[in-house]
């Protein structure tokens, strides 16, 4: 059963990929697409820039994005132990977004390395102060309530904003630059500083794969877990590391996105993953799903326009959390 769930998780997600390479930007039509991923020579030079310069990046990004904040989100389940917490509703990626919004104000502009480095300074400072600010006054061993992580994370964003607001004002080039970022497009992305972007991301999928089955010793209480031969204060800070890697690289590249980080864990709890290392890899492999099949139905329905995708994944994700805290009591937002 369990094989039969990797294997149709894999047939969506190349047929998405699929999609992408022959519906996409320029002017190449799906059957010229089809003729160029099989015989690349039999395309001209400007169908050859559309399939490898174009689709080809914004792509990969889309799949490596998507799957760096399935990642993120499944691990910050996993640090507070409930299963609400993602980066975007604890205000993760508003502590990127204030950290490159300070950026703009005091250098004027910022280039991809800048973003990237303001962005994952940000990240980090925000996952430390929504879990201690959720922590506080419960003690080291106490889980961490759905109601007091959410509050924490929305406190911690409105904070954010208000910051934002304030400093974007003061800086209207910085506004400019600000506000054509953070609407969040796949569009910007290209074979410049592709790497670069990428970089972040890897690190913090090698951060992942460090620990490995140890990940799962999150759940238990720390006593537990080092009599199972852990070390829980050194695993807790390489996931906290690993989250804002992912989540501070994910919005640097392509902009702030919420639910995503949600949407891939629940779905792959839904889907029935259970067992917490397949559950993190599921994660990954859906939330590159949902952010594929997002920016297609986006273009598909506004072409030939691109909608903002942090409102349409706000638009897709928002209905799915309300149907979460209906059905499923287990969230413990009574608690």
């Keep these: 059963m369990s094989q039969a769930r990797g294997l149709g998780l894999g047939l969506v997600l190349m047929g998405l990929m699929l999609m992408a390479m022959l519906y996409g930007p320029g002017r190449v039509g799906m059957a010229q697409s089809w003729l160029g991923l099989w015989r690349p020579e039999g395309l001209d030079e400007h169908g050859r820039m559309v ?18 904040l399935g990642l993120a989100g499944c691990l910050m389940q996993r640090l507070s132990r409930n299963p609400l917490a993602e980066p975007g509703l604890l205000g993760v990626n508003s502590g990127a977004t204030l950290a490159i919004a300070l950026g703009l104000s005091l250098q004027g502009t910022l280039g991809p390395l800048g973003l990237l480095l303001w962005a994952l300074c940000g990240a980090l400072l925000a996952t430390l102060a929504v879990l201690w600010l959720a922590r506080r006054g419960q003690g080291r061993r106490a889980h961490l309530s759905p109601l007091r992580l959410l509050l924490a994370g929305l406190a911690l964003a409105a904070t954010a904003r208000g910051l934002m607001a304030f400093l974007l004002l003061m800086d209207q080039q910085g506004l400019d ?74 919005v640097a590249w392509i902009g702030p996105l919420a639910f995503l ?33 997002a920016d297609l139905l986006g273009r598909w329905l506004c072409a030939p326009f691109e909608p903002p995708l942090s409102a349409l994944c706000a638009l897709l994700g928002a209905p799915l959390l309300v149907l979460a805290l209906h059905r499923d009591a287990s969230l413990g937002l009574r608690k």
Excluded: E, H, K, N
């Design 177 to 250: 630059q600000f506000r054509f970022w953070v609407l969040a497009s796949l569009a910007r992305v290209g074979p410049d500083a592709f790497w670069l972007s990428l970089s972040p991301l890897l690190l913090g999928l090698g951060l992942v794969l460090a620990c490995g089955p140890r990940l799962s010793l999150l759940l238990l209480d720390d006593d537990l877990a080092a009599g199972l031969g852990a070390r829980p204060t050194l695993l807790r800070a390489a996931a906290v590391i690993a989250v804002a890697l992912l989540a501070g690289g994910a």
């Design 261 to 293: 980080g949600f949407a891939a864990p629940y779905l792959a709890r839904s889907l029935g993953w259970q067992a917490p290392l397949a559950q993190l890899w599921a994660s990954a492999g859906l939330g590159a799903i949902c952010l594929l099949a």
């Design 51 to 68: 399939l490898l310069q174009l689709r080809l990046p914004r792509l990969l990004a889309a799949l490596a994005v998507g799957a760096a």
